[in-house]
């Protein structure tokens, strides 16, 4: 199977950036995609298609994707942003979709 | 707004089976696969497997091949998983997830806790 690597935690001051990253091999040949997750609740899709934004979805989200590293963004870190963040592919060889271990987001 | 409500919190014995259910509204059921998802406490996200709601074709994650099995009814736009042997380590919140089987999951249910546990 496909493996996603996160490291378990980011810590980030109120206002700086947070930047969130998702290791594989050859990623940026991948889509990758990126899911909030508040304590307690379902997760939400914050960025699709690499660096696409749903609706709804505040600006200071972005991502990108290189070589064996993709990576989520968030500009401007507000206390709401305090949670887990999973990155998600399609691994076309196992036709399965694989999550990354997911990263605890801490706003300081 | 897109909806997906799931059934509510199971407690089952070792060996048991449990069915999950996904009642979908506010969008054209047929065009949208549907995921399932889980979390046990304190881990990660694992995928479980994938329906296209239209051929009614699965695709499952080779560690539940043999154990799960999702379908659909198109009358009533709901989408069941089934797991069966259940395990103390199935343990975890189930959720329903819409979208293609190789792309975004782009609305969730509310999730389903499942304890197992003699």
């Known amino acids: ?43 939400l899709l914050v960025i699709y298609y690499d660096g696409d934004r749903p609706s709804g979805i505040p600006e200071r989200f972005s991502g990108s994707n290189s070589g064996n590293t993709a990576t989520l963004t968030i500009s401007g870190v507000e206390a709401e942003d305090e949670a887990d963040y999973h990155c998600q592919v399609w691994d076309y060889s196992s036709d399965n979709v694989e999550f990354g271990g997911g990263t605890k987001l801490t706003v300081l | 707004q897109v ?22 509204s506010n969008y054209t059921f047929t065009d949208y696969g549907m995921n399932w998802v889980r979390q046990a406490p304190g881990q990660g996200l694992e995928w479980v497997g994938w329906i296209g709601t239209y051929t009614g ?52 249910g509310q999730g389903t806790l499942v304890t197992v546990s003699s």
């Open chain 1, 1 to 43: 199977s496909y493996v996603l690597t996160q490291p378990p935690s980011v810590s980030v001051a109120p206002g700086e950036t947070a930047k969130i990253t998702c290791g594989g091999d050859k990623i940026g040949s991948k889509t990758v995609h990126w899911y909030q997750q508040h304590p307690g609740q379902a997760p």
């Open chain 2, 57 to 108: 074709k699965p695709n499952y994650a080779q560690k539940f091949q043999d154990r799960v099995t999702v379908t659909t009814d198109t009358s009533t736009r709901t989408v069941y998983m089934e797991l069966r042997r259940l395990r103390s380590d199935d343990t975890a919140v189930y959720y329903c997830a819409r979208g293609p089987h190789s792309g975004t999951l782009d609305f969730w």
């Open chain 2, 3 to 24: 909806q997906l409500v799931q059934s509510g919190a199971e407690v089952m014995k070792p060996g048991a089976s449990v069915k999950v259910s996904c009642k979908t």
